[in-house]
């Protein structure tokens, strides 16, 4: 196995996730998937491990330390070799923290942060809106100051955890009349009076993860729920894209890694023409192809992680679309061929592989679609050069 120089303690962290994922997750994701029920015998295993803290602060009940996004990366991959969508359980709220974690006040912080380092509350983040996926400064979800509350009338879709979590940390306009410039992220708690669920979603993967509506009629928010200033809204939205995305790519590389072993173990027993299948060139340069492109999306995901920790005062924008685009294609088209290892068998919903393929194709839509990976990747890549260029002749001057 290549060493990626992880410390005593990631190794820890990663054994821990890893033997949750192989106890109590692998026997069961199989009936979480067909049911769509939400897995909180498996939150309560993950909360008694202590896996929640791994990404919240060591002031705020957490055991982080420097290296917040590296943990979430290795805990989100252990589980989603077993089973991507019970994997999120653990993800979604990891993101729904992020906004507090990385812009919430002091105070914020010893209120919310505690509960779900503890795992006893799962947090949730909601930006979508129907008419708002990528195009995210088009939402209409709003929040009006009234004395010492805010006001919020709007509808969120498709937010993970909905329903389920307790914390929601929502991006709402406060001044619709500024565009991003007038957005804000207020915390929104479960229970409060106006805020409702809407329907629960029959999806196509990661079936064990609630995706639910939200509904803001009326609803009145503590203004001490406000994260920030007014209008910051969009940058902490995009700094805790930032942070989050290597979680998605390490679910993609967990889900990859799943299906390859699944698909190496079938291709040795399965026989034709007399051999195994893995003795055909045509098989293991497939399964050799799958091995490589886990393996490059690994890399590239661990050191992002080790970026994102490492360089706090800089945005890591580009290496967290480079994670999130690269592992989320490689998971597809790995757990495509997993499918095609498996022939017909692969096919039918009796064998595990299926669902690895159901699991993966999510790691190219949320969290900013593949396409959006790429506007970022190459608007970054195109401006810096253009600066370049433009340093380069001034200092010709
Ligand atoms: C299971 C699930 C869970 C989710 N969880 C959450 C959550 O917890 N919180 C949350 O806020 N949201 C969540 N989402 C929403 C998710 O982030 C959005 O679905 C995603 O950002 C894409 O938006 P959209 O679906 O409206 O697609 P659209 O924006 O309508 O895009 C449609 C197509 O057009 C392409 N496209 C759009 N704009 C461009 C462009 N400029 N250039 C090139 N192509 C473009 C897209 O790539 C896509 O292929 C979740 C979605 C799903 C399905």
Redesign the pocket.
């Known amino acids: 196995m290549l060493d990626y120089f992880l410390t005593d303690e990631q190794c820890a962290i990663r054994d821990l996730a890893r033997s949750i994922a192989d106890n109590e997750v692998r026997p069961v994701a199989a009936e979480y998937d067909r049911t769509g029920e939400f897995p909180w015998p498996i939150v309560r295993k993950l909360a008694e491990a202590d896996l929640f803290s791994v990404f919240v602060d060591d002031a705020y009940g957490g055991v982080a330390g420097d290296s917040r996004t590296m943990n979430m990366v290795l805990v989100t991959e252990e589980l989603s070799k077993a089973c991507g969508g019970i994997a999120l359980a653990f993800a979604?709220s990891a993101?729904g923290a992020l906004p507090i974690i990385l812009g919430g006040s002091d105070e914020q912080k010893r209120r919310f942060l505690p509960a779900v380092a503890s795992g006893q509350r799962l947090a949730?983040?909601?930006?979508?809106e129907p008419q708002?996926?990528?195009?995210a400064a088009g939402i209409r979800t709003a929040a009006v100051r009234d004395g010492d509350h805010y006001v919020l009338n709007g509808t969120?879709?498709?937010?993970?955890?909905g329903g389920e979590a307790e914390v929601y940390t929502v991006v709402v306009m406060t001044n619709p009349a500024k565009g991003p410039r007038g957005s804000s992220v207020i915390i929104v708690e479960k229970d409060t009076p106006g805020f409702t669920f809407g329907k629960k979603?029959d999806?196509m993967g990661?079936r064990a993860?609630a995706?639910r509506e939200l509904i803001f009629e009326d609803c009145r928010v503590p203004a001490e729920n406000l994260i920030g200033r007014e209008g910051t809204g969009f940058i902490t939205a995009m700094r805790t894209f930032d942070a989050s995305r290597p979680g998605v790519a390490a679910q993609a590389v967990g889900i990859a890694q799943g299906a390859l072993d699944l698909a190496v173990d079938y291709a040795i027993t399965r026989r034709q023409f007399g051999s195994p299948v893995s003795s055909f060139q045509g098989l293991r340069f497939v399964l050799a192809d799958m091995a490589m492109r886990v393996e490059a999306a690994r890399a590239l995901v661990y050191a992002t992680a080790r970026y994102v920790d490492s360089n706090p005062r800089e945005r890591p924008t580009i290496y967290s679309a480079m994670s999130k685009c690269f592992a989320g294609d490689m998971a597809m088209q790995v757990t495509t061929d997993a499918v095609q290892v498996f022939g017909g068998y692969g096919y039918m919903r009796d064998y595990p592989i299926e669902k690895y393929m159901r699991d993966a194709k999510?790691t190219q839509?949320?969290?900013?679609?593949?396409?959006?990976q790429r506007?970022e990747i190459s608007k970054i890549l195109i401006g810096e050069h253009v600066a370049g260029h433009a340093r380069a002749a001034h200092e010709r001057l």
């Open positions: 979604g993101l949730a983040f909601a930006l979508t708002a996926g990528s195009d969120k879709i498709w937010i993970t955890g979603e999806k990661i993860s995706t999510i839509i949320y969290e900013g679609t593949n396409q959006i506007e």
